[in-house]
């Protein structure tokens, strides 16, 4: 049984530039986001696995020796053509079945030729739910049969849905090929609002992947007496992305995978046409830089041998995170600038390659800035925001709200763009070390009075952390003292 508690969090994340046309084979940058997702394991002594939500309203709970029993299924049909012979034998009641490894679900947890757990067992899917690896996509019959086992309508896309799949998903298969599945009681509350395009299923998948691990004995705990926090090597955290890809995969179906390496290594990220690579540190330029290749689903991949991204070493920056709650469909919004291309390819073209040098250009500065903090990047940093704004309103993804979230902030000096589909959704500020906190209050006043939603926060934060108790806020303290 898993014997401490552990909190551990991981980032959301925003995009700088690129939104868009990143679509389209140009550079986008994505950062991580100082509003993070906190997950609380403690050890549970009722031989039970829980899992409790509050943002989302879910509290489940299961018994190991059933989250066992389904496990050992995926592994394939034999053992209960044996656990049948023995019942007919006399050798033990139905009620009492032996599964493989000595497990016996009695019949005070449940029956074993009525429950849902016996139903999912004697599905035919079970015989292509061979394994669980990394390195391959769960598939739909995985998927089906944890959805009949944990009640879930086929076809559910809400959030409480999809975030319980993927926690029994990723518990099964990190214990399946780890070891037993751990009796813990594991909560998770969020700074991050969902929906809105910040990187909340990825983080909350970052953090199951590596408390999971953590508990399994796959990965060791680094967090030493003493210590406020700690982080994994960077061997762990390509594992700990690994799993939360497969985590991301369950709710999205087919993600990039930025937000999930966002997640896990925190700092800034360049992707490009499928290729997830860190920004250069300072007076390395000869250093090798890791690829991502998508189709290693999940591995990190350097000519053939597995690599990691080291995590990049770029400057903290203060930003006002702006959610104007206007919703939006990023699909609608794909297929729109899709359309304007196709129409005016001329046209459209080019502002796609000004984009794409934004993008350029803001990594040249960021990649500088650690070793010469100068304040004269700043304005470079605030007019690269006004061009890319005025860009994506050209592209047809802007929207009324997000005009106002620019003006207001533009009223107090401040330089704002959207970031992610745009079409209302969420808008960033940069602001400079030397902006008045007065007028930065003022700022926030104005656009919570616009009916937005206002966060002061950072980016280019650290990735997936162990924290001790000293180190979190009271209001962090407090949402996982909630039981």
């Not at 079970?126 to 009640?151: M, N």
């Not at 304007?340 to 001329?346: H, W």
């Not at 005009?403 to 500020?429: E, M, P």
Request: proline letters at 5%; glycine letters at 8%.
């Amino acid at each position: 049984m898993w014997e401490r508690s552990l909190v551990l969090s991981a980032p959301g994340k925003v995009i700088l530039h690129g939104e868009h046309a990143v679509v389209h084979g140009k550079v986008a940058l994505a950062v991580a986001l100082d509003l993070r997702t906190f997950l609380r394991l403690r050890p549970c002594t009722e031989g039970r696995v829980c899992i409790r939500l509050p943002g989302v309203g879910v509290v489940r709970s299961w018994d190991t020796s059933c989250l066992q029993a389904l496990r050992r299924g995926f592994a394939g049909k034999h053992w209960e053509e044996e656990a049948t012979a023995r019942a007919s034998c006399g050798a033990v009641s139905p009620a009492r079945c032996l599964l493989p490894g000595g497990v016996v679900l009695a019949n005070t947890a449940f029956k074993f030729n009525n429950s849902l757990v016996s139903k999912c067992l004697n599905s035919p899917l079970l015989a292509s739910l061979a394994d669980f690896d990394e390195s391959k996509s769960p598939s739909v019959e995985q998927l089906d049969t944890l959805k009949e086992f944990a009640g879930i309508a086929a076809g559910a896309s809400a959030p409480e849905s999809l975030a319980t799949l993927a926690f029994l998903y990723m518990c099964l298969a990190i214990s399946a090929k780890y070891g037993d599945v751990p009796s813990v009681d594991i909560l998770v509350w969020s700074e991050l609002p969902t929906g809105a395009g910040l990187g909340s299923s990825a983080a909350y998948a970052v953090c199951l992947a590596a408390a999971l691990l953590t508990a399994c004995g796959a990965i060791l705990c680094p967090l030493k007496e003493g210590e406020s926090t700690a982080r994994w090597t960077e061997e762990e955290l390509t594992l700990i992305n690994s799993w939360a890809f497969q985590g991301e995969q369950v709710i999205h179906g087919n993600p990039s995978g930025v937000d999930n390496a966002v997640g896990t290594w925190g700092g800034a990220l360049r992707y490009q046409s499928g290729k997830i690579t860190p920004l250069k540190r300072p007076f390395e330029a000869e250093e090798i830089v890791a690829v991502w290749a998508l189709g290693a689903a999940g591995g990190l991949k350097e000519r053939g041998k597995e690599m990691s991204l080291v995590a990049s070493r770029v400057p903290t920056l203060r930003i006002l995170l702006t959610n104007t709650k206007v919703p939006r469909s990023t699909k609608v919004l794909v297929a729109g600038v899709k359309e304007k291309i196709l129409k005016f390819p001329a046209i459209m073209n080019p502002v796609l390659d000004s984009i794409d040098a934004i993008s350029q250009e803001c990594q040249s500065v960021l990649e500088a800035m650690p070793a010469n903090p100068s304040p004269e990047y700043y304005p470079v940093l605030e007019e690269l925001f006004d061009i890319n704004q005025h860009h994506l309103n050209v592209i047809g993804v802007g929207h009324p709200s997000l005009d106002r979230l620019c003006r207001v902030t533009a009223s107090h000096g401040l330089h704002s763009k959207l970031t992610g589909a745009g079409g209302g959704g969420c808008g960033i500020t940069l602001l400079r070390p030397d902006t008045s906190p007065l007028a930065v209050e003022a700022a926030k006043r104005d656009l919570c009075a616009c009916g937005f939603e206002c966060w002061e926060t950072n980016i280019g934060a650290p990735g997936v952390t162990l924290h001790s108790s000293s180190s979190l806020s009271a209001e962090v303290l407090h949402a996982l003292s909630e039981s």
